[in-house]
């Protein structure tokens, strides 16, 4: 939604436990949320660096998300709180999960997004969207969880996936993705787009209305930019 600079998500995901372990909690990134309060790592590190315009910003214009519904494949709901860091969130399975078998989740989830005057992403003041980092994504577990927050160093730990994406958007703006774009459909108003990233770690996008990048093809493959 252009007007609130929200991201409303409808997401399915398939969580298999490559680990030798049973796994009774899973753990996932939600790095959208770290903008939500005074007191998340990214916060600090903002206070740490001086940075006053995100302590000093009203509370509608710090990015958050809101979760609707968790439910597994039996629609079953899932219990689940976020840690004290506020970006990762614990998922309660269940039903104990044995190596090498799956569970699906079904998230319905609201991203609003924070300007971009905190870090590059986000929305501008010139109708630009920076999106990265902009879903939720599992942690790494090898025996150990890896649980990391967002501290504005891009450097997500995740775990690498096969995702499809099909993603609305005004028509009046240009998508640039590291996703391959599959098929692009217009409507009235709208643009949706199919991308897809095969053992990608996670989507970005960029979306403006202007067209700032050049799209070079080669016999080894496509490069985007600008």
Known sequence: NADKKTI??????????SSEDTLETIYFNDWANSYSNKKTPLAKRFEEEFKKTFHLAKDQERGFTKIYSI??????????????????????LNSPLAPNESVTFLLTYQVILPPNRYTLYGYSARGEYYLKDWYITPA?????????????????YTGITNTDITFSYPDNLILVSNFENENEIKTTDTKEVNLRGDYRKSCEIILSPLSYFTKHVTDYGTIVTD
């Open 8 to 17: 409303n998500i409808i997401q399915e995901f398939k969580y298999l436990n």
């Open 71 to 92: 439910v597994d494949d039996k629609f079953s709901v899932i219990n689940w709180e976020r840690t004290p860091e506020s970006d990762i969130i614990k998922f309660d």
């Open 140 to 156: 790494v577990y090898d025996g150990e969880w890896h649980l990391y927050s967002n501290k504005d160093l891009e450097d997500l």
